[in-house]
């Protein structure tokens, strides 16, 4: 039987880090790992005194900034969500309408290519609604930017909707989404 050890200080650990970082960065075990646990991710980093990455001190954006940014950023339809008994909103939310299913996921995947590019997530879902009165459905997506990491809305929040804004109106986006006056 053999048996080895070995120490790596300073800038021999740096270097290995470094250089097993992608492997565990891009691993889409991990991420399923991640994902399944419930944890959050040990490499998200939390705002403190030396690290800010919003700007904002580690606070989210108060009622009055959120709603003056809604004013000023984004088109009719984005809604400011609240949580029960608190000032602070915690969403930007907007909920999209389409012919069908195949339209809606086409509209998700360009969703998810304008958060992939901007590396900031929102929370997109898809569901089919029975409308009872009418009786008919309609295929619903909605979108949800927040920032987990401040408990409510960052700056960022509002960008990534307003840059949704501006991708629905070019005509190869708008093609899937139906105006809900319009029975999707």
């Known amino acids: ?3 080895a050890s070995f120490s790596i200080r300073g ?3 740096t270097s290995l880090f470094r250089s097993l970082w992608p492997l565990v960065k891009k691993n889409p075990l991990l991420d399923r790992i991640r994902y399944l ?3 959050p991710d040990p490499f998200a980093r939390r705002p403190n005194k030396i690290c800010d990455p919003y700007g904002q001190g580690g606070k989210p954006l108060s009622l009055e900034d959120a709603q003056q940014l809604m004013k000023t ?3 009719k339809g984005w809604n400011l969500s609240m949580e029960e008994n608190s000032s602070i909103p915690t969403a930007v939310v907007r909920e999209y309408c389409h012919q069908d299913y195949i339209a809606a996921s086409s509209f ?3 969703v998810a290519a304008v958060a992939e590019m901007n ?3 929102p929370y997109i879902s898809l569901e089919r609604r029975l409308l009872s009165r ?3 459905w309609e295929i619903i997506s909605t979108v ?3 920032t987990v990491t401040l408990g409510g809305l960052s700056r960022n929040d509002f960008h990534i909707a307003m840059l949704l804004d501006v991708e629905t109106t070019r005509p190869e986006v708008k093609k899937y989404i139906i105006d809900r006056k319009k029975k999707c």
Do not use: M, V
Request: glycine content about 4%; some cysteine.
């Open 73 to 75: 950023t984004l088109e």
């Open 134 to 136: 009418e009786k008919r």
């Open 144 to 146: 949800k930017c927040n």
């Open 11 to 13: 800038t021999q650990a």
């Open 119 to 121: 590396n900031h997530f």
């Open 37 to 39: 646990s419930g944890k």
């Open 1 to 3: 039987i053999c048996s």
């Open 108 to 110: 998700i995947s360009t």
